[in-house]
């Protein structure tokens, strides 16, 4: 009994972010929701589980689609940005460019030819500070590069 006892000791018993479980998809809406967001599900077919969420920033009502992703190891917040500018145009160049600034956030076009701005997170040891975190930087990275996206400003 003391030799286990001395090997449990000894043994290293932290818990690193890399060894905690996924968050499951249901544990993601419950998370949303305990955070204080209303939460409205996009996607409700098992397994392609899909959230909206309203934030405002820079006074601009944003709404982040929160989902996993196919394999789980990311969770994806996302904001729909209207369409995408040419990409032969200065102000694709101009977006293109801000990554670098708001990363990890990023600008992307979609396969249907949307503007979106993406924020991935690793699916490991998720907590809802976190989370709420994360929603905030993308929402404020959303907000204040409005005069690169908004065709209508």
């Not at 006892?5 to 544990?27: E, G, I, K, W």
């Not at 997170?121 to 409005?146: A, Q």
Request: net charge neutral; proline share 4%; with cysteine.
């Amino acid at each position: 009994m003391v030799a286990v006892f001395v090997m449990l000791a000894m043994s290293n018993t932290s818990v690193n972010a890399q060894d905690c479980d996924p968050v499951t998809r249901t544990q993601m809406r419950s998370m949303l929701v305990q955070l204080g967001y209303e939460v409205k599900d996009l996607e409700t077919e098992p397994g392609k589980e899909k959230y909206s969420i309203k934030t405002t920033s820079h006074n601009l009502n944003i709404y982040v689609a929160v989902e996993q992703s196919a394999n789980s190891k990311y969770i994806w917040l996302t904001a729909n940005l209207g369409d995408a500018p040419p990409d032969t145009s200065i102000r694709y160049r101009k977006l293109i460019r801000e990554n670098a600034i708001i990363q990890p956030s990023l600008f992307y076009t979609s396969t249907s030819g949307l503007l979106m701005m993406g924020l991935p997170l690793e699916n490991k040891g998720l907590t809802n500070v976190f989370l709420r975190d994360r929603i905030e930087t993308i929402s404020n990275n959303v907000g204040k590069t409005r005069h690169l996206w908004d065709w209508q400003e």
